[in-house]
């Protein structure tokens, strides 16, 4: 079993940052691929990005591309989501997540993941 706990949420104006951050307990997520998504009110969960074991791969949802960067330091369980420029449309509960496996089609699907945060609410005002 992995614990996730994300933390780093607020309130920010449009144009400012944000870095998230998802510790784990329990087992060692170093062999994880993790996952951010998130879900705005009224909306379906979405993908955001996802990076590899390793850190050296990444995927990002195309709207996400140049203004996040997801991370992780695997001596620290931690992965995070630097968050910038940043628009009211970005306003959802954002959540990590692991899976066991790589690939676009794979972690793009929430499906896919086997264990998941309570999620930490972003908020972002024009």
């Known amino acids: 079993q992995v614990q996730l706990v994300e933390s780093g949420g607020g309130l920010v104006q449009a144009g400012g940052s944000l870095r998230l951050s998802c510790a784990a307990s329990g087992r060692t997520f170093s062999p994880y691929v993790l996952g951010w998504f998130r879900q705005a009110p009224g909306k379906e969960r979405e993908f955001v990005a996802a990076?590899?074991?390793?850190?050296?791969?990444?995927y990002y949802a195309d709207s996400m591309k140049g203004r996040f960067t997801i991370s992780r330091h695997n001596a620290k369980n931690t992965m995070y989501l630097q968050m910038n420029s940043l628009k009211p449309e970005d306003t959802a509960v954002y959540y990590c997540?692991?899976?066991?496996?790589w690939g676009r089609g794979v972690v793009t699907q929430q499906g896919n993941y086997n264990y998941w945060g309570q999620g930490t609410q972003v908020t972002v005002s024009s």
């Open positions: 990076i590899s074991w390793s850190g050296i791969g990444t």
């Open positions: 997540a692991a899976a066991s496996a």
